[in-house]
């Protein structure tokens, strides 16, 4: 099974396109995640607008502040108030402006990250995301079989953001990955 992902997910790097027949069936979305996208949101503050790429069960929403305004996107709806976006599919809607965005599983899977980083950057100030840096998963195959269509090493990820006009304001790590939180200069 993993070698045949691993060859679709190969193609769709190579052509574009999003694997939303894998995200539309709630078995691929791992409770444990739940952690990662609550470490994401640590640096949330009472009253924030907050959006979630790959919002999945919107666990965030649960864990916020008071008073925040929260948005839950992803590639499917899964819960009522969630808005689809494709972030394979350029451009994106009108989606307000918000203080912070989290993106919890979410750059792995896009085919071009410097245009989505372009296309978040203007209705941001910050942006918290997880990230498996190709020196924590270097063998290919098995990146490409858990659906990985890029392959960054922390540096190259790091570049990505601060050639957009972010700056990297701390890390942490959660099993493989690790989470940056940028902020723009």
């Not at 924030?48 to 965030?60: D, N, Q, S």
């Not at 972010?166 to 890390?171: A, C, H, R, Y």
Request: glycine letters at 8%; charged letters at 25%.
């Amino acid at each position: 099974m993993k070698l045949i992902r691993a060859l679709k997910t190969y193609l769709r790097s190579k052509f574009g396109g999003s694997d939303v027949s894998r995200w539309s069936q709630d078995e691929s979305l791992h409770p444990n995640w739940d952690e990662r996208t609550r470490m994401l949101g640590r640096g949330i503050r009472e009253g924030e607008r907050v959006i979630e790429f790959g919002a999945g069960k919107m666990a965030l929403k649960a864990a916020l502040p008071k008073g925040c305004k929260y948005l839950g996107t992803d590639i499917v709806s899964r819960e009522p108030g969630m808005l689809v976006v494709d972030l394979n599919q350029l451009p994106l809607p009108d989606l307000g402006t918000h203080d912070v965005e989290i993106f919890s599983g979410v750059f792995e899977y896009l085919n071009d990250v410097p245009s989505v980083i372009a296309a978040v950057k203007p209705i941001t100030s910050r942006i918290a995301t997880s990230y498996t840096v190709l020196e924590n998963k270097p063998e290919i195959i098995r990146r490409r079989g858990n659906g990985c269509v890029n392959d960054y090493t922390r540096e190259q990820f790091v570049a990505l953001f601060t050639g957009a006009g972010f700056k990297l304001v701390s890390t942490d790590t959660w099993r493989e990955q690790v989470l940056f939180f940028f902020e723009k200069n």
